[in-house]
Structures are given as structure tokens and as C-alpha cells.
């Protein structure tokens, strides 16, 4: 007698569940894992957006000739060592931090808008409604000994990705390097 060719009835059955429990188990368990990929993604976009929105404001303001605020301290003004005017604020339409060189049309440094509407990661109050900028004058001593005055810059910025509510605050504070002696 030759060796057995076929596969039995029970076998094929029992196969067949196996295959059925455990593409089961991989579907029940898909939901959870797009979910959690959804929440890395947009917890790791908000911390970009501020981030990269922290970083452009800090670079004008080290290099800046004058820093102040304006509208009632929601907006921070800078006047850079080419003499451009620029204002960091955010849109009430848009919610987006913008940037305006110039008197130039805002353009959104954060948020993902499109055509003036608000996208779907916008700025939002800080906690404790912290203001966004402060502007402060430190009183220094240079190398020669000579005071100087120069100006503090503290960003707060809370940026919220508004699908899946995750929100990231993000503060620096930086220094007016090119301010003058009193």
C-alpha cells in the first residue's frame, strides 16, 4: 500500500478555521492600530508645527534691531538689521500663525488652511491664557565692563490638530543680540 495522497474532510475544515480565527483576530485588531497610527501622526505634525514656527520667530528675533508688541501684545514686531518690518501674529480667520514683511499680505507660518479657511491644525490660547510674546529689557554688562540693554523674547505657542483634539505647547525665550548702549 502506497502513503496517504489526499487530505481528509477534518483536516480541511480544521485548516479553514484556523485561517478564519486568525483573519479575524487581524481584522478585530486593525481599527485599533490605524487609530494609534492616526494619533502618532498628528501628535508628531502639531509638534512640528510649533516647532518650526518657534524657530523662524527666534531666528528674526536674534538678529533683530528692535522688538516690540503691538495689539494689545498679541502681535510681536521686529525690525531686523536690513531695516524690514516684520510682524508675527495670529489670524483670527484662519487661526494660523502668520508672518507679515513689510505691510506684505500674512502668510500662515503654521496651520494647513486652504484659500483663507481654517485647516484642521490651528493656534489655540495657551494654558492659563499665558500671552503668546512677552518683550522684556535686560539690563548686561559687556565685555568692557559698558551696560547694555537688551531685549528678552519669551514665545509661548499651543498649536491643536482639531480631528483628533491633540494639542502641543511649545516656549523658548531668546535675546536681541544687535540692540544699543543707553
Not at 507660518?109 to 491644525?121: H, K, M, Q
Request: hydrophobic share 45%; aromatic share 4%.
Amino acid at each position: 500500500m502506497s502513503g496517504q495522497r489526499g487530505m481528509l474532510l477534518v483536516e480541511v475544515i480544521a485548516g479553514m478555521t484556523i485561517i478564519v480565527i486568525l483573519v479575524s483576530g487581524i481584522a478585530l485588531m486593525m481599527p485599533t492600530a490605524v487609530k494609534a497610527w492616526q494619533l502618532g501622526r498628528s501628535q508628531a505634525e502639531v509638534q512640528q508645527t510649533a516647532r518650526l514656527a518657534v524657530e523662524r520667530i527666534t531666528q528674526h528675533v536674534r538678529y533683530a534691531k528692535n522688538v516690540s508688541l503691538a495689539d494689545a501684545d498679541e502681535t510681536l514686531v521686529i525690525k531686523d538689521g536690513n531695516d524690514w518690518n516684520i510682524k508675527f501674529t495670529v489670524s483670527p480667520k484662519t487661526k494660523a500663525l502668520c508672518i507679515s514683511v513689510n505691510g506684505s499680505a500674512e502668510d500662515p507660518l503654521t496651520g494647513n488652511g486652504i484659500d483663507g479657511a481654517e485647516g484642521t491644525v490651528i493656534v489655540v490660547d495657551n494654558p492659563d491664557n499665558k500671552k503668546r510674546f512677552a518683550v522684556q529689557e535686560v539690563a548686561m554688562l559687556d565685555k568692557d565692563g559698558k551696560l547694555l540693554y537688551i531685549k528678552l523674547v519669551t514665545v509661548m505657542l499651543t498649536v491643536r490638530d482639531k480631528q483628533t483634539g491633540i494639542a502641543y505647547t511649545m516656549q523658548t525665550a531668546t535675546l536681541a543680540f544687535n540692540t544699543s548702549r543707553r
